[in-house]
């Protein structure tokens, strides 16, 4: 069964960083890029970027720029995502998707990770 | 990459088509067929539904159908059911391997 778990809920203070972590499981890893969206309480969807887990590239959404990295662990099958320079802005539900990037749909998202941005 | 435009909220009775239309430019929706649509449930992560426009995935209800024209696409949803009732968000392939998002339409079931 394909599926992508995120790691725990995660509560952070201003200015510090967080890292989500997707581990993939029923497919092979590398077969698909990894999409990191994310959702702020009552809001829409927002993507972050991409990683494409065979080579390591990534591509971000300009807005995240210098404040995002996406790394993935092969061994593993884990993809990461790590925020910066946290605000309250940034407190939202954050999502990986899974992606042959031939269609730039998701097929299988995770369920979410919860990131709490607060002093 | 500013976000595609969608209506905030449609509604329709039971047995009714209601469509959402999701706007862009052409550099996104109008430039490419990689326009996917993806359905949420409060709580819930979103699922697919609609990808490369029209296409719908393994287990999707034929009720759920996709079209473009121009820089608009839209999706369809026929013989609406009260289970349709949720948020429903668009996005397309842009410019330079990125993606972008539509605001979201809350459809209710009257």
């Known amino acids: 069964q394909v599926q992508l778990a995120q790691s725990g809920a995660e509560m952070k203070k201003p200015g510090a960083s967080v890292k989500v972590a997707c581990k993939a499981s029923?497919?092979?890893?590398?077969?698909?890029?990894i999409h990191w969206v994310r959702q702020a309480p009552g809001q829409g969807l927002e993507w972050m970027g991409w990683?494409?887990?065979?080579?390591?590239?990534?591509k971000y959404a300009q807005k995240f720029q210098g404040r995002v990295t996406m790394t993935r662990d092969t061994s593993i099958n884990t993809a990461y995502v790590e925020l910066g320079r946290l605000s309250s802005d940034d407190t939202a539900v954050y999502y990986c998707?899974?992606?042959?990037?031939?269609?730039?749909?998701?097929?299988?998202w995770g369920k979410g990770t919860t990131v709490t941005v607060s002093s | 990459q500013s976000a595609l435009t969608q209506p905030a909220s449609v509604s329709g009775s039971p047995g009714q088509s209601i469509t959402i239309s999701c706007t862009g430019t052409r550099s996104d929706v109008g430039g490419y067929n990689l326009v996917s649509w993806y359905q949420q449930y409060p709580g819930n992560a979103p699922k697919l539904i609609i990808y490369?426009?029209?296409k719908r995935p393994s287990g999707v209800s034929y009720r759920f159908s996709g079209s473009k024209s121009g820089n608009t696409a839209s999706l369809t949803i026929s013989g609406l059911q009260a289970d349709d009732e949720a948020h429903y968000y668009c996005?397309?392939?842009?410019?330079?391997?990125?993606?972008?998002f539509g605001g979201g339409t809350t459809l209710t079931v009257l």
């Open positions: 998707g899974r992606d042959t990037l031939e269609g730039y749909y998701m097929d299988v």
């Open positions: 996005s397309s392939y842009a410019d330079i391997s990125s993606l972008v």
């Open positions: 990683i494409n887990p065979k080579s390591g590239v990534t």
């Open positions: 029923g497919y092979t890893f590398t077969g698909y890029y």
């Open positions: 490369e426009v029209t």
